[in-house]
């Protein structure tokens, strides 16, 4: 039998793995606590845990998992900035869902866009309160603008495509620029100077930490828009405010914030933020933050737990080989089995 403890578990989690569930075969442990140095012991006894993007994975989770007889890290999203995987290699296997919606991700940058310079987020208190005044919703056309992309993974391409369709001009950053495209690749910092909106679509990095920083947002034009869901961190916030209180940027969304891990998911109305600069930026008139939603679809969320559970599956029914297993040795060291199409290790 398997069994598997959910960190983080929400009532839509529950909703879409549920259905896994197999008294006897494969057993689920949900738990509503986040998966941190003190929760790790609550998982001993169980073959696998899932765990979500604000969960920690640290050295000393993994090594408090692997004593407590833990073989494999599910990762119930893609990205995977929150797991060492480095001090995992040799312990416990980590396996992510590479995809399970790009268009939910892109379709959400694009909602976010859409309200913001429309003022749909205005117009629609105002109009609940009977108040139809036209008053500073003054937006702009998105035909002719030029939109910065960077990252042309999957969720960039069909932001592009979205873009594309409102007849905006794209350009693009990307570490390892597609060679098949038509995008027209930029250096960053043209990128920066040319776009009259900016979304980022790459992964957290060393390198990609706080890419939006004070000298960055300096290049960019006055009235730019910034889009971000991807990882909070790609952006330096304390520069981000300053840049919106200088009015160089002239709007800003954010489903990420880089200190979301314990202020995101929950309800918190009721209570007062202990986090000044988040609080600081949801005042402002030209700042929307949504909670780390866009993955948020159904057709999402039945993506994810279907490649959650063939990942577990296929890892404790097939020696150990998982094809989405996140090894830091594949792709840096020819030596990796998993290359041979073996198991890492
Ligand atoms: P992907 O792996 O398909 O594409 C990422 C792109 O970023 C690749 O083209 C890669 O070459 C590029 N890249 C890598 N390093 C770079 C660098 N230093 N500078 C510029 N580009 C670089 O990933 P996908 O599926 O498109 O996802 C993108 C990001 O979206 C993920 O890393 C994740 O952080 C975020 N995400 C957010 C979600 C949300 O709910 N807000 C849900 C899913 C993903």
Redesign the pocket.
């Given at each position: 039998m398997i069994k598997v403890a959910f960190f983080d578990t929400k009532e839509y989690d529950k909703a879409s793995f549920e259905r896994y569930e197999k008294p006897g075969d494969v057993e689920f442990k949900f738990l509503e606590t986040k998966l941190t140095e003190d929760t790790a012991e609550l998982a001993n006894g169980c073959d696998a845990v899932c765990v979500f993007v604000n969960d920690t994975v640290n050295g000393t989770v993994i090594d408090k998992l692997y004593a407590g007889g833990t073989k494999m890290i599910a990762l119930r999203?893609?990205?995977y900035n929150n797991v060492d995987v480095e001090h995992a290699y040799g312990k416990i296997h980590v396996a992510h869902v590479p995809?399970y919606s790009?268009y939910a991700?892109a379709e959400h940058t694009a909602a976010l866009l859409l309200t913001s310079i429309r003022r749909i987020h205005k117009a629609y208190n105002r109009t609940r309160d009977f108040n139809f005044s036209l008053s500073g919703l003054t937006g702009f056309d998105l035909n002719g603008k030029t939109v910065g992309v960077?990252?042309?993974?999957?969720?960039?391409r069909i932001f592009i495509n979205i873009c594309r369709g409102f007849g905006m001009n794209v350009i693009a950053?990307?570490?390892?620029p597609?060679k098949d495209s038509d995008i027209e690749y930029v250096s960053l910092v043209e990128l920066f100077e040319r776009s009259d909106i900016i979304s980022l679509?790459?992964?957290?990095?060393g390198?990609?930490r706080h890419m939006i920083n004070a000298e960055a947002i300096e290049k960019m034009k006055k009235g730019v828009v910034i889009l971000n869901?991807?990882?909070g961190a790609l952006i330096d916030a304390e520069a981000l405010l300053a840049g919106i209180k200088a009015r160089k940027v002239g709007a800003a969304c954010l489903?990420?914030y880089e200190e979301e891990a314990d202020i995101f998911f929950e309800d918190r109305s009721g209570h007062i933020l202990n986090d000044e600069l988040l609080s600081r930026l949801i005042s402002m008139p030209n700042v929307i933050v949504t909670s780390?939603?866009?993955?948020l679809t159904e057709e999402a969320l039945n993506n994810i737990a279907e490649t959650t559970m063939k990942n577990i599956g296929s890892f404790f029914e097939n020696d150990g080989i998982c094809d989405n297993e996140l090894c830091y040795r594949c792709g840096h060291i020819e030596s990796c089995k998993k290359t041979r199409k073996e198991r890492c290790f």
């Open positions: 999203c893609a990205g995809a790009p991700v960077v990252g042309t993974g999957k969720i960039g950053y990307d570490a390892f597609a679509h790459c992964p957290l990095t390198e990609t869901t991807s990882r489903d990420v780390h939603q866009a993955f």
